[in-house]
């Protein structure tokens, strides 16, 4: 989950590295949507678990 308080007009969203269970390696997700308020969610699908998480961000 990631949330901004102030994005000055800018959009951001949550992102996550998710190992895969089959030793497939590691994926990255990223939220669908730029927000400019509230909280943006990304979840590990089924058959990972999480590794690390972010914040993406963009000035317009």
Do not use: E
């Not at 400019?36 to 058959?47: D, E, H, I, N």
């Amino acid at each position: 989950m990631a949330t901004c308080d102030r994005s000055n007009g800018g959009h951001y969203k949550a992102s996550v590295q998710c190992n895969r269970l089959d030793g497939g390696g590691v994926i990255t997700l990223d939220a669908p949507v730029w927000r400019t308020s509230g909280w943006s969610y990304v979840f590990c699908p089924s058959l990972t678990v999480f590794s690390s998480a972010a914040i993406i961000t963009k000035s317009s």
